[in-house]
């Protein structure tokens, strides 16, 4: 059978509504007391109550934070995937499930170890209430997995005392059930191979999910006004922005310093925010690829009419309803061309929930700086998934980046003005904030063509002059967008690969195990697009370049070569679009498969 140390995968496979959630979250936090890293991942369904749901805890002391893929030990409470859940197992894996109603031999796996826990009977025996049946079944689970795999009791005692804290009501019942389960499993069940054991490898790193970090970063960043629609995987993004504005985004006299408005739908939510943009506020929307294309319209007036707006995408499985709660990377094209006529758009991608909180505030800076909307693409991965990341950092002699602004005192010295203007040779023209003179500055925008002064026109000239200036502004971008990590092997490769988001952990992991089987390469992490020119100099420094990324049509590939004009030749893709996060064991296999079939045609060639 398996043996293993700190380094194994347990998968829990629940039906919705279950209250297993709570409970699966705990384990995960446990361990992470334990100074063990972990990495969990939440798979639900998009009903509300009855499909299966799985939680997925990767624990790696090594602190690898990448889908493994395989599973080590399964806690199997669904009979509907009961089957299916049995095949995920790794030969010498094992499985525990609810042994109170007795199963033939031939319902097992012969190549697994099985642990029966009468769970239902022991629920039945102990407590009268069928919801408390219900719940505490998944704390009984706990308790039994605290003896096998030797989780020390006391830190989930005190995570049950801390999550129901001021309810002692509800509190004891759950570690009643918690010591249950554990000397249920103690005296009828014996340890397994795989073991957890203090370690010191969680350091200062603090455990959240992208949403949360984002919305906080909007607090950070200056944000004042949120206008959204609801739509999963995102709405925990406005839900957080409010959660922390309330803490924060009040004046001395207690009076709100902030508006959050849930509109009727996307195309009124990116109005409020377009509108709010012009006015001078810093403002947001959250929301998903449908949302995204509900708003082209109103984002390519932003871009046409040059008023700053950040949009964050929380990207799911499309097309149309897709699968959404299901995770994706394939909203690249539609948010980076979003809108009719030749329109580009700045995307950021952080690679965890840390980054999530730098780039929403550097989105609203960024989207002031350039007056133009901007995109900070997150996915479900991490967006609704906790991850170990750094804490969070606020200077707090940062200012806010407001661009070219002009102000009352410029406009009443008679200092030039034209809306549209490009005096500095950077593409981004000096604007006002309505209402900043009776006389002059900026009153009105417009949609249509227009001139350097913001006159209405439909001269060929002036239309050209215009959106020649806009592609100049987003050859501006590319200096002030996060720049790309280069990570290099060992020792020289002519092998590299350029990855994102949360594809990240993944690909640290799939370099070590390349690195480790004789096979450096390097790897290029893009944070931005516009690219800058280093991503150009990455792929022409190499022979081979891969493109790893997780949707069907390698659309990331498909900027790349637009961008910089490339032979399609000199990019490999790699694609996984099944909804759920790459794994370092798909990397490298696809990364060996190509490799293999490359050397074989150049060999029949020869």
């Not at 079944?137 to 605290?146: A, I, M, R, T």
């Not at 004046?251 to 509108?275: C, F, N």
């Not at 980046?401 to 008679?414: H, I, N, Q, S």
Request: with cysteine; hydrophobic share 40%.
């Amino acid at each position: 059978m398996i043996q293993a140390i700190n380094d194994f995968v347990v998968k829990f496979a629940n039906v919705n509504g279950s209250g297993s959630a709570s409970a699966n979250e705990l384990f995960a936090k446990a361990i992470l007391r334990m100074g063990v890293p972990v990495s969990p991942r939440n798979i639900f369904p998009s009903n509300i109550q009855g499909l299966p749901t799985w939680y997925e805890v990767r624990v790696s002391e090594a602190g690898h934070l990448g889908r493994r893929g395989g599973v080590d030990l399964m806690v199997a409470m669904n009979p509907q995937t009961w089957e299916a859940d049995q095949k995920e197992i790794e030969v010498g894996g094992y499985l525990l499930y609810d042994s109170t109603k007795p199963l033939p031999p031939s319902a097992f796996r012969s190549d697994i170890e099985v642990l029966g826990m009468p769970l239902t009977a022991l629920c039945v025996q102990h407590y009268e209430d069928p919801r408390q049946r219900q719940l505490l079944k998944n704390v009984l689970y706990l308790g039994g997995l605290s003896h096998l795999l030797g989780l020390e009791p006391e830190i989930v005692e005190t995570l049950l005392g801390e999550q129901y804290q001021g309810k002692p009501q509800l509190a004891a019942p759950n570690i009643e059930a918690f010591r249950l389960g554990r000397q249920w499993a103690a005296e009828h069940l014996p340890p397994l191979g795989l073991r957890l054991r203090r370690a010191d490898r969680v350091g200062d790193r603090i455990f959240v999910d992208g949403n949360t970090a984002a919305g906080l970063g909007c607090v950070y960043g200056g944000a004042t006004v949120c206008a959204w629609y609801p739509i999963t995987p995102s709405t925990s993004v406005a839900e957080a922005f409010e959660k922390y504005c309330r803490k924060f985004r009040h004046d001395a006299e207690g009076r709100k310093r902030y508006a959050i408005v849930q509109a009727e739908d996307e195309i009124a939510s990116i109005g409020m925010v377009v509108g709010a943009g012009w006015n001078g506020a810093r403002a947001f929307t959250a929301t998903s690829g449908p949302g995204v294309s509900l708003m082209t319209e109103f984002i390519g007036l932003a871009y046409f009419a040059e008023i700053p707006a950040t949009i964050i995408n929380v990207q799911r499985g499309g097309p149309s309803t897709g699968m959404p709660t299901r995770t994706q990377q394939a909203d690249i094209l539609s948010c980076a061309l979003a809108s009719h006529g030749d329109t580009q758009h700045v995307l950021l991608f952080p690679e965890d929930p840390h980054e999530a909180f730098e780039q929403a505030a550097t989105a609203l800076d960024l989207a002031d700086r350039l007056q133009t909307p901007v995109f900070l693409m997150l996915d479900l991965d991490i967006g609704m998934n906790q991850r170990l990341c750094k804490p969070f950092e606020w200077d707090p002699a940062r200012r806010y980046d407001r661009g070219k602004v002009m102000t009352a005192a410029e406009l009443e010295a008679g200092k030039p003005f034209g809306r549209y203007r490009d005096v500095d040779g950077d593409g981004i023209p000096y604007r006002s904030y309505p209402g900043t003179h009776p006389q002059r500055g900026a009153f009105f925008t417009r949609g249509t063509s227009k001139n350097a002064d913001a006159g209405y026109s439909e001269r060929g000239a002036d239309y050209i002059e215009n959106v020649t200036r806009l592609k100049r502004k987003f050859e501006t971008a590319k200096s002030l967008v996060p720049q790309p990590v280069l990570s290099t092997a060992a020792r020289p490769s002519r092998i590299g690969v350029i990855h994102f988001g949360s594809t990240s952990p993944a690909m640290q992991e799939a370099a070590e195990r390349c690195a480790a089987d004789g096979l450096p390469l390097d790897h290029l992490r893009i944070r931005a697009y516009p690219f800058p020119d280093s991503v150009r100099d990455f792929i022409l420094h190499h022979d081979t370049v891969f493109v790893v990324e997780q949707n069907r049509d390698a659309q990331l590939r498909s900027l790349l070569i637009q961008s910089f004009e490339l032979d399609p030749a000199l990019l490999r893709p790699i694609l996984h679009y099944d909804g759920t996060p790459i794994t370092a064991r798909y990397i490298v296999q696809a990364i060996a498969t190509q490799l293999a079939h490359h050397a074989a045609h150049s060999e029949r060639a020869a």
